[in-house]
Structure formats: structure tokens, C-alpha cells
């Protein structure tokens, strides 16, 4: 049996929101059809994540945020300098209930931060 994977709660230390480095397009598929399609990026976890996942969702400070929207493809090294684990010591992480592993629970309960041994949820 496969080991159970504890779900956290990420966010930044004042509780503030932040934004995700991602990419949006519009296209025509062969068939004629209009698409609509987007993508998060991600990066190197840092030390707040790598004993979670592999990889970070790209977290744009503020003062980037204009250069991520405004600056045109052409100059793509700026973008690219953009890519880069967010600091560590600007983020906090809680265990949160596995209730948070399925869309039939939309509650802010999922977002509770739980005691180790009080995060199993009878109802999954």
C-alpha cells in the first residue's frame, strides 16, 4: 500500500496574496476551433518545499509583476531571470486536513491548520 501523502497550506508570512509566473494563448486548433489555454510555470522548490514536491510554482514578487506582463517575447532573458525559487523565509506551511484532497469539500475548513495526528478525515 502506497504511503499517504500529507497535503500544507502555502502562503506568504503577512498573510498577503501573491501572484504565479503563467502563460496564456489564444489559438485555432486544425479543425477551426477557438482554444483558450494556460499554463502556471514552475521552478526548483526551495528549502520550504523540497521535502514536499520537486518543483514550486514560479511566485512573482511585486515589483515584478509589470515586467512579467508588460515585457514583449523579443526580450525573453528578462522574463527568464523571473524563473526562480521564491525566498524561503518569506513563506510559511501548515499541515491542512486531506478533507482539502476533494472538490466535494469547498469550505474554508480546508485551509484550517490541523495537529499531526488529528489530519485523517473520516469522510474521504
Avoid at 13 to 39: Q, V
Avoid at 62 to 91: C, G, I, M, S, Y
Wanted: charged fraction near 20%; hydrophobic fraction near 35%; include cysteine.
Amino acid at each position: 500500500m502506497g504511503q499517504r501523502k500529507q497535503p500544507f497550506h502555502f502562503g506568504l508570512n503577512d498573510g498577503s496574496l501573491f501572484a504565479f509566473a503563467g502563460l496564456w494563448d489564444r489559438w485555432k486548433s486544425p479543425d477551426g476551433t477557438i482554444l483558450e489555454s494556460c499554463t502556471i510555470l514552475t521552478t526548483t522548490p526551495n528549502e520550504l518545499l523540497q521535502d514536499v514536491h520537486d518543483r514550486m510554482p514560479v511566485i512573482l514578487h511585486p515589483d515584478h509583476h509589470n515586467t512579467w506582463l508588460t515585457t514583449p517575447p523579443a526580450e525573453k532573458q528578462r522574463l527568464t531571470e523571473l524563473l526562480v525559487p521564491f525566498e524561503a523565509e518569506l513563506l510559511t506551511r501548515y499541515e491542512v486536513s486531506s478533507m482539502v484532497n476533494s472538490p466535494r469539500h469547498d469550505t474554508p475548513a480546508c485551509a484550517e491548520r490541523v495537529a499531526p495526528a488529528n489530519n485523517l478525515f473520516s469522510g474521504l
